[in-house]
């Protein structure tokens, strides 16, 4: 099963940005779907991006234009570049796979129900 550890989360004032990492273990990059998640206390798990298989990228509403989903493949790490940080995208992010297999539902790629592995997360909090 894969193994997925994100990195790369801390604090910056509103405007700022950070880079998450996500690295991978134990997988082979375009057998998978991947996503990132945000969660903050007391709300839901959220959907903020998705890698579809053949490297195609979908992005939530809230952070279209201000997150950039990427990979290197060479390294097996999965990258969330967030810039124009906003107060609201404070949460616990997550990185999760698919299945091996599964490619990313077009409908459903925001669903945390469609992920089965996990990474433990990585805090970030934006001041304003």
């Known amino acids: 099963q894969v193994q997925l550890v994100e990195s790369g989360g801390g604090s910056v004032q509103a405007g700022g940005s950070l880079r998450l990492s996500c690295a991978a273990s134990?997988?082979?990059?375009?057998?998978?779907?991947m996503g990132w998640f945000r969660q903050a206390p007391g709300k839901e798990r959220e959907g903020v991006a998705a890698i579809f298989r053949d490297g195609r990228v979908t992005y939530a509403d809230s952070v279209k234009g201000r997150f950039t989903a990427s990979q290197d493949n060479a390294k097996n790490t999965l990258y969330l570049q967030m810039n124009s940080l906003k107060p609201e995208d404070t949460a616990m992010y997550y990185c999760?796979?698919?299945?091996?297999?599964?490619?990313?539902?077009?409908?459903?790629?925001?669903?945390?129900?469609?992920?089965?592995?996990w990474g433990r997360g990585t805090q970030v909090t934006v001041s304003s």
């Open positions: 134990g997988y082979t990059r375009s057998t998978y779907c």
């Open positions: 999760a796979a698919r299945p091996p297999g599964w490619d990313c539902s077009t409908g459903y790629w925001n669903s945390e129900y469609e992920y089965t592995s």
